[in-house]
């Protein structure tokens, strides 16, 4: 079945190091979507890509980097400069007009 | 860009009742809106969309209307059951923009 998957569900990190968050889609679409979830903030767009080897920041980029090497992949690294980490990270692609969210990875720095 | 507000933030509702929700945009030229319910701990599922050529539409025990020259739109819920409790997330996007503009979500509460 085709789909969008984020691994791991949930990820423990210390303060100070990076990390990257998985995001694998076999829907063929060519757009993902990096989101952030906080407690009451609803969804605030990280970082989006059109088409392969091309990527835009969203509204909350600073702190945070991606690639988009393949049409199926779009890593988001959360790395050291970014100040409040622990969130609920939702990866989502679109073909078009609606997008197919993934089931969310939880990061904890601690 | 486009702005899209949901109101309630939260609405509580007795079992079998009905729940509406409420969207504004402000972009006339937006063309699609959909839908997405996001149970706790899960990723939004899109449960129902409409397009700007549409005045509403129909699924089962969901709908949703379009009042392009108000420029909102609405989630209808009927017959609520406790598996209805979510957060539910409107979107509005228009004609050659890939990106959806989400509102802030609005938590339902269905009360046995």
């Known amino acids: 079945d085709g789909g969008i998957t984020q691994s791991p569900k949930y990820l423990f990190r210390k303060e100070g190091q990076n990390v990257t968050l998985s995001c694998e889609q076999n829907?063929?679409?060519?757009?993902m979507y990096w989101y952030r979830q906080d407690p009451g903030q609803g969804l605030r767009l990280i970082y989006y890509s059109q088409i392969v080897n091309d990527f835009q920041k969203g509204d909350i980029a600073e702190g945070y980097s991606v690639s988009r090497e393949k049409k199926e992949s779009f890593p988001l690294t959360v790395t050291s400069a970014q100040k409040n980490p622990t969130a609920f990270y939702l990866c989502?692609?679109?073909?078009?007009?609606?997008?197919?969210f993934g089931s969310g990875t939880r990061l904890t720095v601690v | 860009g486009e702005n899209v507000e949901q109101h309630p933030s939260t609405l509580s509702v007795q079992e079998g009742d009905s729940a509406v929700i409420k969207c504004t945009y402000s972009?006339?030229?937006?063309?699609?809106f959909p839908w997405y319910k996001q149970e706790l701990g899960k990723g939004p599922q899109l449960i129902i969309d409409?397009?700007?050529?549409?005045g509403e539409k129909k699924d089962q025990r969901i709908a949703v209307t379009l009042n392009k020259t108000a420029k909102h739109f609405s989630l209808h819920i009927t017959e609520t059951q406790p598996e209805d409790s979510a957060v539910y997330f409107c979107a509005a996007k228009y004609y050659g923009n890939n990106r959806l503009a989400f509102g802030k979500g609005n938590q339902v509460v269905v009360i046995p």
């Open positions: 409409i397009r700007s050529n549409v």
């Open positions: 972009d006339s030229a937006s063309n699609y």
């Open positions: 989502a692609s679109s073909t078009g007009d609606g997008y197919t």
């Open positions: 829907l063929n679409h060519d757009a």
